[in-house]
């Protein structure tokens, strides 16, 4: 268990109601979803429609609020809008006395109560192992939230995710949902009716201070001090590839999570400033948006989920149609190849080493996605990752690719190199100039495959 660090950094505001954890004046920047988690049911609310939520809402029947807010008319991680609370899914009736799961097929062993589960949560915010939950909702199972005071940028969802993953760790022994550890999660509208139980789920204030986030921070495992990781290995078509427990990638991939979070919110500000229009960069595109992504997460499945939205919102004009069969091939090589990186990275010591020809797909740098994405200055000023590169460095950089691609040679065997070419050149310059004396520049050019200002300099060389 991480040590607490009291963080006082602003004035802490307070929770009256349960909406002020939702809606108060530092957090009125985009829309919370209310829903019946797909059933055809979806209505999203501002800062000013909070009594028409209550009164639309309240008392119904299988209604459900998200923890966070999007933009209008989505609840995708790409639109978060504002991170507002981390909230914890309790299924108290899913363990034993003792916090031993219960097997689905076991109808012998007696569940844990509702009170013995509330009684194991307040005994642990005692301990110090959990910090004291804002609000308690009581249905048919437990529900736990805590609100970020004055709600955090979304570019730091990987370290709302590390915190909400360790604190369902801690809360374990009473039956918390490991599922629950992401930006777009819902919980049960305070008010709203339970159909399993048929029950009003009743909500309740424990702590009416919000917490700022490093501050439920100060509850987890820092990142840096970890230890407790072991390296899983898998077969992937006949080679070992070494994956990362959760543990040990936030520990040592906290800036390369960062990143590639931030190229993917990148990706998709691009495909919005072009209304989708991806032409001639359609594949270019899913190529590099899912190769970032396996970064981030390596859920194959979640990455087939996420690519395929993706995909019906971009468009091209080229002929070429990417059918299933390409698709599921590019991001099968995309997934390959981030595993390999972050093996290699892992075995480098988490350093990014540049080896010749090593096979390796690395991170795409700034450079790399404005060239390949053909991305102009106005759009690279609108995007929070890609930042404009000079146009020599630039020019450098394609050198040096150029050079890799015919093959890469230490630097003295390569200057050795041109020199025997330049001696060559010279020698069947000197045979034209003494058998055609008075020739011109162009012609003797023309002769020995070079232009007139060649000649002219090879002829400063030859003191001729």
Known sequence: ????????????EKINHWT???FCPSKSYGYVEISNLGKNYRRFYGANDVEKMIE????????YISLNAFSWGSRKEVDVKQLRNIGIDVDFY??????????????????????EALDDI?????????????????????QLLYSINGGAAKNIGWKYKYIQKQLTERLACVGADPKMKTVTAVMRFPGSINNRNNSKVEWEIWNNEKYELEELYGF???????TDFKGKKEEDEGEKVIQLTDAEEYRNLAGMYKLNYERMMDFEKLIELRKGNMSYKRNTLIYMYAFHFSIYNRNKEDLKNHLKDVRKRIHSKDRDVMDDEEFNRTLESAHEGAQRFVTQYKADGYRIVFRWNDGIVKPYSSWKMIDKLKITGEEVKLLKSVTEVPKEERNEKRKLELREKRGSVPKEVYLEEQSEKTRDTIERLRRV???????SNRKAGKKIGKSDKRVRELKKLMNW
Do not use: H, Y
Not at 1 to 12: A, E
Not at 109 to 115: D, L, Q, R, S, V
Not at 220 to 226: R, T
């Open 94 to 115: 899913s363990v034993d006395k003792d916090g031993n799961e219960i097997a689905e097929e076991d109808t012998v062993t007696e569940p844990k109560t509702m009170k």
């Open 433 to 439: 100039l003494e058998e055609e004396p008075g020739i």
């Open 122 to 142: 307040q005994a642990l915010v005692v301990e110090g192992v959990i910090p004291e939950p804002n609000l308690v909702l009581k249905s048919r199972g437990i």
């Open 220 to 226: 987890c495992d820092p990142i840096e001090e970890q």
């Open 1 to 12: 268990m991480g040590i607490f660090r009291k963080i006082d950094k602003k004035k802490k």
């Open 20 to 22: 002020d954890m939702w």
């Open 56 to 63: 639309e809402t309240g008392e119904v029947p299988e209604r």
